[in-house]
T-cell receptor, first 116, second 116 residues
Framework: DTGVSQDPRHKITKRGQNVTFRCDPI?????LYWYRQTLGQGPEFLTY????????KSRLLSDRFSAERPKGSFSTLEIQRTEQGDSAMYLC??????????????FGQGTRLTVV | GENVEQHPSTLSVQEGDSAVIKCTYS??????FPWYKQELGKRPQLIID?????GEKKDQRIAVTLNKTAKHFSLHITETQPEDSAVYFC???????????????FGQGTILTVHP
């Protein structure tokens, strides 16, 4: 499978625990995005990397959230001290950033987080 | 920032009918408008996109129209089939020198149901 892959697919955690998700983008894609999707809503942008540099963070990304892309390949999203309001689908997407190219984003299957 | 409004929230049609979903956006700098289809429990998948230098694009039974002056764009599905049933999301993004592709602002989604 050469698409965007995310791990785990599902995570159930107790409130207050830390969780970490992983995203492996399409190999030649230099841009990687994290989105959060709650039931009945469209995905909301969280943060964006170009190669290893985190270029933008949404106001939605509180200081309990941190994302890394250490070598410009895979990325991790960590949520510390989880709250019930963090329950959502966390989607990763990647694209090939190019002024000439289409640059469309391809999504992974997502990690569904449930905080109990 | 960008704000995307999508209507209707639900759409029910008979097989063979046409379906139209409309979106408006607020940021005049937006110039890339993709449409995603999301089946239950699956990743959003790009079905068609349009850039601001064209007014219409067609791919078999799917077409998208864009009116930059009015800041709205629409998805048209003709000869609908039951397998078209899904949630459809519009999105918009500005492309300031190629840096913002993939940082998408999504609409709220339209649940399309095609009855056999």
């Amino acid at each position: 499978d050469t698409g965007v892959s995310q791990d785990p697919r599902h995570k159930i955690t107790k409130r207050g625990q830390n969780v970490t998700f992983r995203c492996d983008p399409i190999s030649e894609h230099n841009r990687l995005y994290w989105y959060r999707q709650t039931l009945g809503q469209g995905p909301e942008f969280l943060t964006y990397f170009q190669n290893e540099a985190q270029l933008e963070k949404s106001r939605l990304l509180s200081d309990r959230f941190s994302a890394e892309r250490p070598k410009g390949s895979f990325s991790t999203l960590e949520i510390q001290r989880t709250e019930q309001g963090d329950s959502a689908m966390y989607l990763c997407a990647s694209s090939l950033g190019s002024v000439i190219g289409r640059g469309e984003a391809f999504f992974g299957q997502g990690t569904r987080l449930t905080v109990v | 920032g960008e704000n995307v409004e999508q209507h209707p929230s639900t759409l029910s049609v008979q097989e063979g009918d046409s379906a139209v979903i409309k979106c408006t956006y607020s940021d005049s700098a937006s110039n890339y408008f993709p449409w995603y289809k999301q089946e239950l429990g699956k990743r959003p998948q790009l079905i068609i996109d349009i850039r601001s230098n064209v007014g219409e694009k067609k791919d078999q039974r799917i077409a998208v129209t864009l009116n930059k002056t009015a800041k709205h764009f629409s998805l048209h599905i003709t000869e609908t089939q039951p397998e078209d049933s899904a949630v459809y999301f519009c999105a918009a993004t500005p492309n300031a020198g190629g840096t913002s592709y993939g940082k998408l602002t999504f609409g709220q989604g339209t649940i399309l149901t095609v009855h056999p």
